[in-house]
Structures are given as C-alpha cells and as structure tokens.
C-alpha cells in the first residue's frame, strides 16, 4: 500500500504564496510521474503541472510562471510552490503519483487532499 500526503495549504490573501508539499510512503520500487491537480467547488477536478523522475515538467499554460513543481526523489516529496495567488486558485488540491510496484507493475494514488483559500 502506499500513502501520499499533502501538506501545507492554508488561507492566503490575494498576492501571496504558498508551498504545498506532498510525501509518499510505503512500499513500491520507484515513483514515475508525480502531480498536482486542483478541484475548485462545483468544477471538475483539473491538472496542475506534472514532473518526471528526470525532472521534467508539465504545467497548465494559464500557470505558468506563478507555479513551480519540483521534487526531492530522495525523500519522496513533490512540491507546489504558489506564488502571485488570485481568488480563483481556491481549490482542493491533490497530489497523485505513478508508482512501480512490487510485482512489477504501475499504479496511481492521489492524497486525502489540502486546502487552499485565496481572499480578496
């Protein structure tokens, strides 16, 4: 079984930022792609950005420059660094990862979910 949690979401005003951190534990072999996804109320659940084992990154084109995936493979952490936060960021946001399995096979898991409130 394997666990991710998230961490660090929180009441923010318009302007600020926030780091979002998602760690995984258990047992696997690997972790492949990781992600942050968001769900803001009434809305279905959309992609964030992504980033390989590699490093390489993937972002929702209307957030780039404002968010900043990256990952820590030695620790099993992925983070979401927020900055310049508009009201309509408010969202649940979830972290998923792709892990190599023991036998030999991939499967998802996403986190319990954090949230984060931006104020007018």
């Known amino acids: 079984q394997v666990q991710l949690v998230e961490s660090g979401g929180g009441l923010v005003q318009a302007g600020g930022s926030l780091r979002l951190s998602c760690a995984a534990s258990g047992m696997f072999l690997s972790i492949n792609e990781m992600g942050w996804f968001r769900q803001a109320p009434g809305k279905e659940r959309e992609l964030v950005a992504t980033i390989t084992s590699g490093g390489s990154t993937n972002y929702v084109e209307s957030l780039k420059g404002r968010f900043t995936i990256s990952r820590d493979n030695a620790k099993n952490t992925v983070y979401l660094q927020m900055n310049s936060l508009k009201p309509e960021d408010t969202a649940v946001y979830y972290c998923?990862?792709?892990?190599?399995?023991?036998?030999?096979?991939?499967?998802?898991?996403w986190g319990q979910g954090t949230q984060v409130t931006v104020s007018s």
């Open positions: 998923n990862g792709q892990f190599l399995m023991i036998p030999k096979h991939v499967q998802g898991y």
